[in-house]
């Protein structure tokens, strides 16, 4: 039952093949066997699950459905607020983050009927993106042992992949959703900045947050933004915009839509077998009569240094008493990384802002003119071994954190729609990920293209 | 962390070099561009073909 997508799951409860109670039973049942290892949930709601499912199964009884999602099984990043479980942002403290209100995101999915399972687990304060944690354990790759399962959002992923749990939410500062999705194949949305609300979930940097859906198919992922976006008046940044039938953009042909392959930055060092599975990909596309073609982009070296005086400045702002008061309670690195903030001066944060600006116009007016979707890879080489990436000078360990988001990253500051999904492996299995980078708002067209391209290969089907 | 740290130093390294990137490309921005106008870019009618 653990196979099923989220949106097969949800109808199979609609038409009461399957009750909630099931579902969520053999979810416990897997995250009994297979969490040990992964290390994938910091809390686990087991009776509260179980309590909420026997309320919306007796509700269907007599007919009335709560929504969409009606009895599925999911489970959220612990940095979200939900209910009263702990959030403790991958820290050492248990409730390090509270709010007055509740994870909007999660609080719309609960409406449209979903079930929660618990709180995942994460890189410490959503900074790294390797997914270890010295607190809570490091999250391990489900399909190779050792390896990096992604980060920030690693429990996400690793949940979603192994069966865990039939969705999950995750949150992406410099590539936090896209990149463990692409670690543990599954798919990860980053929606534009603004389409979907952050209020109820911890800020790592106010202006590159972003909260997304990770799940295992992309009708999956549409099927919860589409529950979960749209504005919301407890936080000022999300957008008035209308969000549009995502699912049923599903099905449009993607006949005719203009694909660019990046000429510069995005294949620069990447390892091989990445840049075959992307250009593969690029040839799916051409084969369903999309019309690939190179394209020069803006130069995201910029983009990636702006990304990093905003996130650095933002977080220092955010995390000063942990890391002024308990520096002791952080990783080296992630102290390092905060430490950072405290040095970039305000002329240079300021700076930064207004760049950002003008490169985001620039790069829509540009890059859009010639060009309906990027195509790119979203990880430079299949998952490294944990060891490889997490020992070692903490110089050394930042330096690679950056190497390894370098090519998510510059979507942040740009605050472009991007769905990240698998698109190939490497000899042994790892996973390899691609991304699709949209117009601003235009999450339609790169669900619709990342739909055609799953449907047409078999790597969505793969299990670990 | 003292000044002489070599910790310290790498941060202060790495936060200059951030620092004179950003002014480089900052240089020749116009005086009528502001952080808020990143929300104007993306809320602003992107090109179609």
Redesign the interface.
Known sequence: MTDLTLTALAAAIAERKISSIEAVRACLDRIDRLDGRLRAFITLDAEGALARARTLDADLAVGRRWGPLHGVPLAYKDLCRVGALPTSCGTKTAEYFTSEIECTAVARLTAAGAVTLGKLNMTELALGPFGDNPHHGNVDNPWKAGHVAGGSSSGSAAAVAAGLTHGALGSDTGGSIRLPAACCGIVGVKPTYGRVSRAGAMALSWSLDHLGPMTRTVRDAALMLEIVAGHDRHDATSSLRPVGALVAALDRSPAGLRVALPENYYFDGVAPEVRAAVEQAAGVLAALGARVQTLRLPDPAILNDVANVLARSESAAIHARIVRDRPHELGAAVRSRLEVGFHISAHDYLQAGRLRARLTREFVAEVFAETDVVLAPAIPEPPPALDDVTTGPVDEIVRRMGRFSRLTRPFNALGLPVVALPCGAAADGRPLGLQIVGRPFDEATVLCLAHAYEQATDWHRRRP | ?SESDP?RR???G??AA??G???R??GD??LA????????????P????
């Not at chain 2, 561009?33 to 602003?44: D, Q, T």
């Not at chain 2, 992107?46 to 073909?49: F, G, L, M, T, V």
């Open positions: 962390m910790g790498q941060v202060q790495d936060v951030l620092a990137t950003i002014e490309a900052a921005l116009a561009e502001e952080p808020s106008n990143f929300a104007r870019a993306l809320e602003a992107a090109p179609r073909d």
